[in-house]
């Protein structure tokens, strides 16, 4: 069955410092969710990539969609202690006939002030 | 507007007992997602429904899994006999619709002695 894996599963930064985790799909996708956990809660909703090679910014949030649709990223310029969280991508299978989305392994950010 | 609500939002039972959790999506959202989320780890699909079609079953873990919902209501998820296994934070989500943003309630978390 489909699988999503992220890299890496931990990432310690210094306030200040850029982060990125990578997402990778055992099939192609229809397309891909990102959602941010902070400690004790809930996921959240942060933006989703439909197009082959489509990029998105959000303030210092870019998200990109790979060419073959198999593979995404999430990078954070100058991280702030307030992105401490867990990232989750959740992709689509474009085979899988249904709606169901697969969560990835997910990249737990620390960021030390 | 409320978010998605789900109850109860702690449950603690004995090994063998049948437990039944609640997920009240928000109105007029037609997709629902069950997730299992045990301790550091992703989320694990469980089920899902879209409106009135058959629902995608094919991440119950076992057929003491089930899952119930009426039309574009409320939801229930039942756990027949549990085991310490199923110790987990469990997940709703709706959304708009196929395909579109999930909106996560803040989970049940059930342990099971």
């Known amino acids: 069955g489909q699988q999503v894996m992220q890299i890496p599963q931990y990432q310690h930064v210094q306030e200040g410092e850029d982060f990125t985790t990578y997402c990778n799909s055992s099939t192609t996708l229809s397309n891909i969710q990102w959602y941010k956990q902070r400690p004790g809660g809930h996921p959240v909703f942060l933006i989703q990539?439909?197009?082959?090679?489509e990029v998105k910014k959000q303030k210092r949030l870019t998200f990109q969609f790979g060419e073959a649709k198999k593979n995404s990223s999430l990078h954070i310029t100058a991280t702030q202690t307030t992105d401490v969280g867990t990232y989750f991508c959740a992709g689509r299978g474009i085979a899988s006939g249904t709606y169901k989305y697969i969560f990835g392994t997910g990249t737990r950010l620390k960021v030390l002030a | 507007g409320a978010g998605v609500s789900q109850s109860p939002s702690n449950k603690v039972t004995e090994k063998g007992k049948d437990v039944e959790l609640r997920c009240d999506p928000i109105?007029?959202?037609?997709?629902l997602y069950w997730y299992r989320q045990r301790l550091g780890q992703g989320l694990e699909f469980l089920i899902y429904f879209q409106g009135n079609s058959a629902p995608d079953k094919s991440g119950l873990p076992s057929d003491r899994f089930s899952a119930e919902r009426t039309g574009e209501s409320v939801s229930t998820l039942t756990i027949q006999r549990t085991q310490q296994e199923d110790s987990a934070v469990y997940l709703c989500?709706?959304?708009?619709?196929?395909?579109?943003?999930?909106?996560f309630g803040d989970g049940t978390r059930l342990s099971i002695l």
């Open positions: 990539l439909v197009k082959s090679g």
């Open positions: 109105s007029g959202h037609t997709a």
């Open positions: 989500a709706s959304s708009p619709g196929i395909g579109q943003p999930q909106h």
